[in-house]
Nanobody, 122 residues
Framework: QVQLVESGGGLVQAGGSLRLSCAAS????????MGWFRQAPGKEREFVAA????????YYADSVKGRFTISSDNAKNTVYLQMNSLKPEDTAVYYC???????????????WGQGTQVTVSS
C-alpha cells in the first residue's frame, strides 16, 4: 500500500523559504509520477509542480515558476519542494501525490498524502 507523508510546512514571512518533503513507501516508484498540489481555503486544489520519479523533465504552475523547485532523492524515496521568495498568496495546504505512469498536471493522482500547512505572512 502506497503511503505518502509530507513534512516541512510552517509559518514564514514573505520573501522567505521553506522546503517540503514527501516520504514515499509501500512499493517501488521507478515508473511513477510525483506531484505537489495546494489548496487554499475556499479554493479548488491546484497544481504546483510535478516530476517523474525516474528523473527527467519537471513541470511547474506559472505562478511558481522561477521560485519553486521540485526534486527527488531515489535513495531516500523522498520528493522535495523547495519554495523560495514566498508570497502571501502561496498560503495553502500542500499535498504530495503519486500515480503510476506519466506526469500530469491535473489532480488525477491515485495516492495522496495528508497535507502540510504553509502560511506566508505579509
Amino acid at each position: 500500500q502506497v503511503q505518502l507523508v509530507e513534512s516541512g510546512g510552517g509559518l514564514v514571512q514573505a520573501g522567505g523559504s521553506l522546503r517540503l518533503s514527501c516520504a514515499a513507501s509501500g512499493r517501488t516508484f521507478s515508473n511513477y509520477a510525483m506531484g505537489w498540489f495546494r489548496q487554499a481555503p475556499g479554493k479548488e486544489r491546484e497544481f504546483v509542480a510535478a516530476i517523474s520519479w525516474s528523473g527527467g523533465r519537471s513541470y511547474y504552475a506559472d505562478s511558481v515558476k522561477g521560485r519553486f523547485t521540485i526534486s527527488s532523492d531515489n535513495a531516500k524515496n523522498t520528493v522535495y519542494l523547495q519554495m523560495n521568495s514566498l508570497k502571501p498568496e502561496d498560503t495553502a495546504v500542500y499535498y504530495c501525490a503519486s500515480k503510476p505512469g506519466m506526469v500530469i498536471t491535473t489532480p488525477w493522482y491515485g495516492y495522496w498524502g495528508q497535507g502540510t500547512q504553509v502560511t506566508v505572512s505579509s
